[in-house]
């Protein structure tokens, strides 16, 4: 499938809307989170609008974080907080950090937006070389589902009403694990699009990419209460560590 879907398309379509989506509450994913960070730092890989890297401030985590969308960046500066954040304008995919933090965590399906294998093991390598020894890195993402899929396509209609209607029109392509995915805003006579182009990663893909990256799986969950992992779970929270040697 060509894209044309670059690393900063989601923030410069989705930045004006993000903070409006229906994200679940970050309660449980920042009580998870401030466990694993101990005395920090802790780094956030596409920090975005500081959903969860606010909160953890606000507990004492020192937070550092990457986006490569400055426009999520500016609407984080603008919430309590948010400028006290370390924040670099940097691509997920491939970065340089001192390899000094307790934490990394990647969430919300992101490890998804890089568009090919070979970007998403250098993000797991990336992450792994930023951690000091024994620290972790957590990846939420929501469990692939191709039987969703009829003839490799889908469209839903999410909301409708007197004066909008919110369609989601899904193209999924199994060979390449790649689904383009448009949000269709339909309203006031006007049309907006707000796309996001996938490529889904079995737990077991991801549990190699981490070992290629010198990680070690340690734990996976299917949600941030630490439920067990099983068939019907819609997503998994993994934990990987670096090894003390």
């Not at 890195?137 to 919110?166: C, K, W, Y």
């Not at 010198?214 to 929270?237: C, E, I, M, N, Y």
Request: proline residues 6%; charged residues 20%.
């Amino acid at each position: 499938m060509n894209t044309d879907w670059d690393a900063l398309t989601y923030g410069t379509r989705w930045s004006g809307i993000y903070d409006g989506l229906p994200w679940p509450a970050p309660d449980d994913a920042v009580d998870f989170l401030h466990k694993l960070a101990g005395d920090g730092p802790a780094l956030e890989l596409a920090i975005g609008t500081g959903r969860l890297a606010i909160p953890l401030a606000e507990r004492g985590v020192e937070i550092h974080g990457l986006d490569s969308s400055q426009d999520m960046i500016d609407k984080m500066r603008q919430k309590q907080g948010g400028a006290d954040i370390q924040v670099t304008l940097a691509d997920i995919s491939s970065f340089e950090a001192q390899p000094d933090y307790s934490l990394a965590f990647l969430v919300l399906n992101t490890i998804y937006a890089l568009q090919t294998q070979e970007q998403q093991v250098s993000c797991f390598r990336s992450a792994a070389a930023a951690l000091r020894p024994g620290g972790y890195f957590v990846v939420e993402a929501f469990m692939p589902d191709p039987t969703r899929f009829q003839r490799n396509s889908r469209a839903h209609v999410l909301d409708i009403g007197l004066d909008h209607v919110l369609i989601e029109a899904d193209k999924h392509d199994p060979s390449t694990q790649q689904i383009l995915e448009q949000h269709i805003h339909l309203k006031n006579g006007g049309v907006e699009l707000f796309p996001a182009f996938l490529r889904y990663v079995w737990p077991s893909e991801m549990d190699l990419m981490a070992q290629l990256a010198g990680l070690r799986k340690v734990d996976r969950f299917g949600s941030w209460t630490r439920d067990p992992f099983t068939a019907q779970s819609g997503l998994h929270v993994s934990v990987y560590q670096r090894p003390e040697q």
